[in-house]
């Protein structure tokens, strides 16, 4: 498939999620700030949204700003962080990066990847979905466990390398939409095409999708 071919292609795609799962092109993660979005990101690694959200819910009570966390010791996070995977690293760096927040950005979130991912701890998938979630930028494409095996079983790409699948996303995806076809591949991937098992017969991209088990009489 050419370059025009894959354009039209994730196009179909695209108009085929959003008529399906229009609701869900928002991150589940509670925020009201763009730093609580980011903490929360950070702590959404390898875990549950529902599970940050428990934590989070009291944790935000507690301390709101970078300049509340930066005062902390990663022991005073604990009692909130450690019903989460790899809660004490996250801690760490959470502190950590409120700090650097409090010296070098007068407690704002930076509205750049670049600048986001000088932070401890914060990579290309949650600067994405801090700038697209928390400040409508489309910098990037958050690339999570369900993209990669969404992305792969739609033939867009042949490999499970976030960094290159991200590429090659934003090589044939409108600008405008790269913060859309996260959520919209997340909840394909929430809802029929999980890693376990694909189930085809209810997926709206049956007809289109080479990893398809349904068969189309044409």
């Not at 959404?44 to 949204?49: E, L, P």
């Not at 450690?82 to 704002?108: D, F, P, T, V």
Request: glycine fraction near 4%; aromatic fraction near 6%.
């Amino acid at each position: 498939m050419n370059a025009s071919g894959k354009k039209q292609y994730i196009a179909e795609i695209i108009r085929r999620l959003k008529q399906r799962y229009s609701s869900e092109m928002k991150t589940r993660l509670d925020h009201s700030t763009g730093w609580q979005l980011l903490v929360a990101t950070m702590l959404s690694a390898q875990a549950m949204d529902s599970t940050v959200n428990k934590a989070t819910h009291s944790l935000f009570k507690a301390y709101k700003t970078p300049k509340d966390f930066s005062r902390l010791k990663p022991t005073q996070l604990y009692k909130f962080t450690r019903s989460i995977g790899l809660y004490r690293a996250k801690s760490r760096n959470i502190i950590k990066s409120a700090r650097m927040l409090a010296e070098q950005y007068n407690s704002k979130v930076p509205k750049s990847i670049n600048e986001l991912t000088r932070l401890p701890g914060v990579g290309r998938k949650t600067a994405n979905v801090v700038l697209a979630n928390a400040y409508g930028i489309n910098e990037g494409i958050a690339i999570d466990t369900h993209c990669i095996t969404v992305s792969n079983r739609l033939g867009v790409v042949r490999t499970k390398n976030p960094e290159k699948i991200e590429q090659a996303l934003m090589e044939i995806t409108p600008r405008k939409e790269w913060g859309n076809i996260t959520h919209l591949f997340i909840a394909l991937g929430r809802d029929v095409c999980t890693a376990r098992a694909k189930l085809c017969e209810r997926c709206v991209l049956n007809d289109i999708c080479p990893s398809s088990t349904v068969k189309v009489v044409k």
